[in-house]
């Protein structure tokens, strides 16, 4: 907390024997005072030596009290400066009228001596509070930023490998939630996983680099994704807090791209589509990953054909909202989903239509995911 002889505070009045009682007032309090007695005076003298507290005598000649406090709270220099009124009129209309300009307090004439000091006094308290819960505020941001940052260069791992993929990723924001990964296996196995933790910011993002770290390593080591799938979940199960887990869905592609092995674990369906329509939906069949101890190494088999298409995606798409608050839902991606299948529409096409669905203006509600794999 900043030392009493380093507050600054002005008195603005325009009545002498005011300012004479204010300052025998406020003298046991060891401040900085400026004086003005005039409104005009008081906002020049704000905007060179910028005080702790205001204290504002509303009937001045000129700018009143009113208009001083209109100027000081319309000024993003000066808005936070705390305002107490100070003045004859006793009306409860007239005390109303500071408090909606934005004054933190109000005191009526003839002064109580230790009313006034009093309220001086916390006011000032509250403002070296605020002062410092900003500086905190600022110093966790920098922190965010910093951690972002980090979380960011593990989720571009140079690991990611995209052939036979097309992807969309279009994150809510940088500390995200959703998680993207794909590599080959040195037999010619390919690993693809699309993993969406819950909730959002820092809290769903830490696990993405456990998940990638793991997943990365033991498919480099030509090890079958059943095993992978049963390791992610041991450790996010040892390793999250209560409460959070991950839904993700795992591929298991053959090298010769005719077979590949399903989990669907607490994610929405992934479709097969064949010869542009959707062939069959791939519901989840085991629990999500870190939400409890449990063994399902088998994943579901599938017999695919040369130019068939899988889509994974993370509920973002489904649960985004128009300005009715009703959600874009399954059928209607399922129905964009089949243009790009067929070659007729991109990616950007989807993005496009999610844009045109919310209202104007307002961010995305979710992480959006979503992964083209190619047969």
Known sequence: MLPTSQRRILLVDDDAQSIRLLLEVLRPLNLDVLVSTNGQSALEIIAQQTPDL?????LMPELDGYDVCRAIKTNIETRDIPVIFISAMSETEDESAGLKLGAVDYITKPFHFD?????????????????????????????????????ANTRESEQFDRRYLATYIAPKEISMGDILLAAFRPDGTQHVMLGDFTGHGLTAAIGGPLVADLFYARTARNDGMGGIVEEINLKLFRTLPEGMFMAAIFLEISPDRRRVTLWNCGMREAYLFRDGRCQEKLSSTHFPRGLMQVSEPLGIEIEVRPDDKLYLYSDGFVEEMD??????????????????????????????????YRPKGEPQGDDMFMVEVRC
């Not at 205001?54 to 509303?58: A, S």
């Not at 874009?328 to 089949?338: I, Y």
Request: glycine share 2%.
């Open 54 to 58: 205001i204290l504002l005598d509303i």
């Open 115 to 151: 009313i006034v000091r009093s309220r001086v006094q916390t006011h000032l308290e509250l403002r070296t509070a605020y002062r410092e819960l900003a500086r905190i505020n600022h110093n966790l941001l920098e922190e965010r930023r910093l951690i972002e940052r980090v979380l």
């Open 323 to 356: 300005a009715e608050k009703r959600m874009f839902g399954a059928e209607r991606l399922l129905q964009l989903l089949q243009k790009i299948a067929r070659g007729e529409e991109t990616f950007d096409f989807l993005a496009d239509t999610l844009a045109r």
